[in-house]
């Protein structure tokens, strides 16, 4: 193989992980070298090789989703735990716990549910035609059952018609004005990045909606950016919300809070 340009340990380490999650560890040289010329005009290292782990499944970014974050990967986890031992509950009486993907883009948490959670059943919603097609590919990439989900091209919660006991949410939260890195911005979805002039533009249409759509006892868990906290804060007493619980992520930033729906 041919001398390759190599710039620095990142760049190093980055072609080793083409190598070895791409190409199963025998790269073609020269699809190797086509891959480093992509490396090196700023894409991310996710959509070269294809797929991202998450939480026990491998989600798959052919249709170009945003990149599920560390941070997510974090607090859903969290929020497995939790859905489990309801579910352990639900068991009891033979009814499987129901759940709600919205914003769902890749479908990386309603699938991270589905494959954890084996008495469960997630609907997935997101407004961009392409991206479901995307959920409906990691969902049989992963080997989920259709019997176990629904996907429904919606505007947040518009075309949705029935309660869930957990309703998962990772919206757009960037403000318009926030730099963001230069790969971020130049590769992947604007449309799941932006929110807004303050950031909180889906975030306030998807609390304002929500709880209507909770089972009693049901909780919600969203994402934000960790300097919407106040902000939030005050949404959720706008909009009656009274069970509330706000938490930091793996970097000790304020990162997610979950709102219980009083029975």
Sequence with gaps: MKQLDLRGKKDSQEIAWIIRDKYGG??????????????KTGEPLAYL???????????????????????TEYWVEQAIKKISIFCSYKQKVLKPVKCLDVFAGSGCLGIAILKNV???????????????????????LNKIPPSRYQIIQSDILSNVTKRFDYVLANPP?????????????KWE?????????????????????????????????????????????????????????FYR???????????????
């Design 26 to 39: 025998h790269a073609d040289p020269e699809l190797l070298t086509k891959d480093i010329q992509r490396l």
């Design 173 to 185: 939260y960037i403000p318009v004005r926030r730099k963001l890195p230069a790969g971020v911005m």
């Design 118 to 140: 084996p008495n469960s059943k997630v609907v997935f919603t997101e407004k961009d035609k392409k991206l479901l097609t995307q959920i409906e590919t990691n969902l049989k």
């Design 189 to 245: 979805p604007k449309q799941a990045l932006r929110g807004g002039v303050d950031g909180l533009l889906f975030i306030r249409k998807f609390l304002k909606q929500a709880k209507n759509y909770l089972k009693p006892g049901g909780q919600i868990w969203l994402e934000f950016d960790s300097g919407q906290k106040p902000a939030i804060e005050k949404l959720i007493t706008d909009f009656g919300y009274q069970n509330n619980q």
């Design 49 to 71: 090789i294809g797929s991202v782990p998450f939480l026990n499944c491998e989600i798959g970014l052919s249709y170009k989703p945003l990149i599920p974050r560390a941070e």
């Design 249 to 263: 992520d793996q970097y000790k930033r304020w990162r997610f809070v979950t709102l219980q729906n009083v029975v």
